[in-house]
């Protein structure tokens, strides 16, 4: 089993803290929104998973990672300096975890991996890896043959100017155009089932960031069986290493667009024609994928084995 020690009486069980739901018999309560339709939890089988896969040590010689027991708030939390030095003086690795719209950077010593959900590509630093983000399993089996780009959610933090340009253009498209996050004024149940039910009646899905540089719809997408339209704004995506994205979806930079180095239409028309026999396959895979990397789960069984193998 995997070993990991931490202060087991500061522990917070909030969403990056996964990797730590073995120490829960049960999951943490939270707002209905984070429940699928079946009540099902956003972190599905995470405990009994943990239970199986790790071992929460008392001797912190004996763990093969340290992990701080909270969320990360910075380098001058007194836990993470207390941790930072123990890990420093036994050449341990101290992992942190930071599910955040802040890409504040930070010095961090080099035994120290923080995995962040909202940082960028040209400025990452090399003990900084992509943190999936939480949402709950809305997934039904449910292949889609409609050849049409799909969105529902707001037009800030720059999605407007694309949002307008497709719904001008020849791309076949189904927006639902909200006033803000969460759908102000709509019930959030009823703006979750509309969210995706709008990415299960289009095959592809407009994905661009929100507050923080990375994209929630872009994790949901794949959980929906669906292909992503990626806006790549130097985003950083966990274990890009490892996936091929070119076989998952549509990925244009963002600086390429606005600088008229490609055209967005003519990309997704072309897209669209290249893989035309191919996109139930894609679908299929794409929910495969997101089952064995960005599911939470998945999540935890391949930064683990990933661990092991180096």
């Given amino acids: 089993m995997f070993k990991i020690y931490t202060l087991k009486d500061n522990v917070h069980f909030s969403s990056e803290m996964t990797i ?4 829960l018999d049960t999951l943490p309560n939270e707002p209905p929104h984070c ?31 340290v992990v701080l027991p909270f969320k990360f708030n910075g380098i001058h939390n007194p836990i993470f300096k207390l941790l930072n030095n123990l ?5 341990k690795k101290l992992w942190c975890f930071y599910n955040d719209d802040s890409d504040t950077s930070y010095v961090l010593d080099k035994h120290v991996v923080l995995f962040r959900t909202s940082f ?11 943190l999936i983000a939480f949402s709950s399993d809305f997934y039904r089996q449910k292949q889609c043959d409609n050849i049409s780009v799909g969105y529902c959610g707001h037009t800030l933090c720059g999605r407007a100017p694309y949002l307008d340009y497709l719904q001008k253009s020849n791309v076949a498209n189904n927006f639902i155009i909200r ?20 990415m299960e009646n289009n095959i592809f899905v407009f994905c661009m960031r929100g507050g923080g540089n990375f994209s929630y719809r872009f994790y949901e ?15 950083v995506l966990p274990f890009e290493e490892l996936i091929n994205f070119s076989d998952v979806g549509l990925f244009l930079k963002d600086a390429d667009i606005k600088t008229g180095k490609i055209n967005l239409e003519q990309e997704i028309l ?41």
């Fill in 20 to 23: 730590l739901f073995g120490l």
């Fill in 87 to 91: 890990t420093k003086q036994l050449d």
């Fill in 120 to 130: 960028y590509k040209s400025s990452k630093n090399k003990n900084e890896q992509g």
């Fill in 179 to 198: 006033k803000g996050f969460w759908a102000p004024g709509i019930d959030r149940r009823q703006a979750q089932r509309e969210y995706f039910e709008n």
């Fill in 270 to 310: 072309k897209y669209i024609q290249n893989n035309k026999h191919r996109l139930t396959e894609i679908q299929k895979q794409n929910r495969v994928l997101w089952e064995k990397f960005y599911s939470p789960v998945g999540f935890l069984n391949t930064l683990i084995n990933t661990e092991k193998i180096e």
């Fill in 221 to 235: 997408t794949l959980m929906m069986g669906r292909i992503p339209i990626f806006i790549d704004t130097d985003c």
């Fill in 35 to 65: 429940y699928n339709l079946n009540n099902v939890s956003r972190y599905g089988d995470v405990v009994n998973w943990c239970k199986t896969h790790i071992e929460y040590v008392d001797d912190i010689k004996t763990a093969d990672i």
